[in-house]
């Protein structure tokens, strides 16, 4: 089922799927700010490579379970529902760590601004240990000339050289085509800037941030992509990696990740 949220007053839209929790699309402004492939319009469970995936309880190959964990491929339940917002939750089980959890993600549209309000209950008796993300993809013109603020005093593990890690670059990310890098310890804030638009990027509770684009090669592997279709996103995924959430019996962890279009 798709739920389509409407902000009454500036007339921005936003449609998230019951399977994964999965924002599909954010219209503001007279614009589509986040990529789903063409494969996906119709059928969203075709294409995993776009909207808004939620990742739990592994974020990548952080952990020793399924790489970007199993929440995103499951249906979840809509628990509560208005105009501008939905709140949606799962159930997770490891019978083999003895756990359970209950995720929740809330998805509020606001005039010019999209909010995603992630969080974990650990519903079992044992402490839970897991990594998770929004892994949030973009939409964009033309990904080589975009421009990415805020990560210029962070170091960075490059994940397309063994995690190897990399010094601060000091100066903004230009035209990241074929990156994937994972910034350990980020600022709350970033900018993610086109020729004519920009996108504010705050996040809270994840204190990490990875940014991937798989540049032509790469995209070639990943069926769900059309031919040019890499050109148009970044994703910039609010994380929580090192450490990992160590969470206490049935103690809540949040994260937050607020979308907000700016002038250039
Ligand atoms: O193909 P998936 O499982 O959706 O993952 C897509 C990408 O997700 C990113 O978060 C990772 O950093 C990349 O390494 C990965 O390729």
Known sequence: MIIRLVDADSGSTAEVSTFGARVLSWQCQG??????????????????????????????????????????????????????????????ENPEAFSKAEV?????????????????????????????????????EDVSQVRVTGLEQSAWQDALNG????AAAKQALEGPVNVDRVYVGTPEKLTLAEALSGVSIEQTGFADTVVWNPGPELALGLSDLGDEEWRNFLCIEAAQISPPVELPAWDTWYGRQRLQIRDI
């Open 31 to 92: 614009r589509e700010r986040i990529f789903m492939p063409d494969i996906g319009k119709d059928d969203p469970r075709a294409a995993p490579h776009g909207g808004v995936p939620v990742l739990f309880p592994q974020f990548g190959f952080f952990g020793n379970g399924r790489k970007h964990g199993v929440v995103r491929d499951i249906d979840w339940a809509v628990e509560k529902q208005a105009d501008d917002f939905v709140l949606m939750h799962c159930r997770f």
């Open 104 to 140: 929740r993600l809330r998805v509020e549209l606001e005039r010019d601004a999209l909010a995603m309000y992630f969080s974990v209950i650990n519903a079992s008796n044992t402490a839970m240990r897991f990594t998770c993300g929004l892994h949030t993809y973009l939409r964009v």
């Open 163 to 166: 995690l190897q890690s990399v």
